[in-house]
């Protein structure tokens, strides 16, 4: 029963001080917005040029093609660009919510997962892509595999401009991601301090 006691009064504490927290998170929700919004720019860029990298040239009357749908890396990024693209959109909408409502340690932590779910998507799509996309620039010379960029320039120079793109978005939300486990640490810090002296109250 006193654990009970104990566990029921350490939640309410936890609540009490992240609403009566003296600071209002003003700065914090204006980096949240900044960046989401810079997220869906830089994913729109790069799922624009994506697209739009197709090329075709002619050898000697033959037609040769280069499209980024023919890599599975490539579409892999591409549809990772939408994924983040459509989370950035949602989770704007979320903390433009959540700054006009009380400091919610439960909310701020689900904030922090989803960036970070997001930093590792991006990761994964850009490390494939990049691979496949130094395969395409240098070739492998001792499999025989040949350098296609020089003779698509066109394509190869918008592959690499949407990978620049994608690989802003993983900084956005890498910086999202430490900004949220900033903020969970100034909340559990008041939390601690305020649960010590209700404590000492207490005993007294």
């Known amino acids: 029963m006193a654990t009970k006691n104990s566990f029921e009064f350490r939640v309410k504490s936890f609540t009490a001080a992240a609403m009566s927290s003296p600071r209002q998170g003003g700065g914090f929700f204006k980096l949240q917005i900044m960046l989401r919004v810079l997220a869906i720019v830089f994913t729109l860029a790069a799922m624009v040029t994506m697209l739009t990298s197709d090329e075709t040239v002619n050898f000697f009357g033959i037609s040769l093609q280069a499209r980024y749908s023919y890599s599975s890396a490539f579409k892999f990024i591409l549809v990772a660009d939408a994924i983040a693209c459509t989370c950035s959109l949602l989770s704007l909408i979320f ?12 909310s701020y932590f689900a904030v922090f997962l989803h960036d970070l779910v997001l930093v590792l998507l991006m990761m994964a799509g850009c490390a494939a892509a990049s691979a496949v996309g130094m395969v395409g620039l240098d070739g492998i010379a001792q499999v025989g595999w040949s350098p296609i960029c020089g ?16 690989f802003m978005v993983i900084l956005c939300y890498l910086a999202l991601a430490v ?8 909340l559990a810090g008041g939390t601690n301090n305020q649960v010590a002296e209700e404590g000492v109250t207490e005993e007294k």
Request: some cysteine.
């Open 151 to 166: 003779n698509v320039g066109k394509f190869c120079h918008k592959l690499t401009l949407s990978l620049a793109f994608s």
């Open 95 to 106: 903390a433009f919510l959540l700054s006009r409502s009380e400091p919610n340690p439960s």
């Open 179 to 186: 900004s949220s486990a900033h903020e969970l640490k100034y």
